[in-house]
């Protein structure tokens, strides 16, 4: 009889924390509405700081004329470009780092010296080395990202119960399988913890680098709006910047959920 009182217990409660969860949420957004209106028209104007309806008009008209999906695309593809070349030169690195006292005192200072490097000093370097054009915001995302992935990489590795090594060289496994079968399933979670918190700074970065300079993409219609000293566009782009980069991070942490469903069963089990 217990377990089954348990069992029945679980889904309510999960229930019951999801409800509160999105009911918190909604309460939250609604605050932040009612702050953001009641500043407009009474602490303020319309003018100095336009009010959520006429941002939210703003941001349907971006949406309707397609300047949204342009400009979006521009700046997601040279984010997901700069990504993979930042996680493609981290990943080893931080690889290195792990399985070796002699890499990671190699490499050690050097990648906690660029993590600590502000973006918009990625941002300036780039477009003063490499242009206004596609390569200097590429460049900017990847020097960025990198740091970060490598440091998870090099922690997740650390992180590897040597126990599991020694038993699978013991049966005789060869390195790759070692790699693919133990060392893999180990570092895939910090993997994504250094994925999930590298894309949301690189992201930032790139679009500061088309502020500074560019042609299109996010940063340069809040640069253009600026500009044109339309308060209104500078929130409305802002706004769809956040929204965006919100689905984005939903997307991710669906993603690793469901990669690592596993380990909850691990961790019930």
Known sequence: MIPAATESTVPRSAASHDWRRSAGLVIGWVGFLALWAFTSTVILDEFTLPGPAKVAAAMWEIVIEGRFADDFAASISKTFIGFGL?????????????????????????????????????????????????????????????????????????GVDPNLVRMATAFRRSDSQISRHVMLPSIMPFVFAGVRLAFAIAWKVEALTEVFGSSNGVGFQIRFAFQSFSITNVLAWTLLFIIFMLVIERGLAVIERRIFKWRTWEQTA
């Open 86 to 158: 930042g996680a493609s030169i981290g990943a080893p690195v931080g690889y290195a780092m792990g399985r070796s006292r002699y890499w990671k005192a190699f490499f050690h200072d050097g990648v906690v010296g660029a993590g600590s490097i502000p973006g918009i000093t990625y941002a300036v370097l780039a477009l003063v080395v490499f242009g206004t054009g596609y390569l200097g915001p590429v460049i900017a995302v990847g020097l960025i990202s990198m740091p970060f992935i490598a440091l998870s990489v090099a922690e997740g590795v650390e």
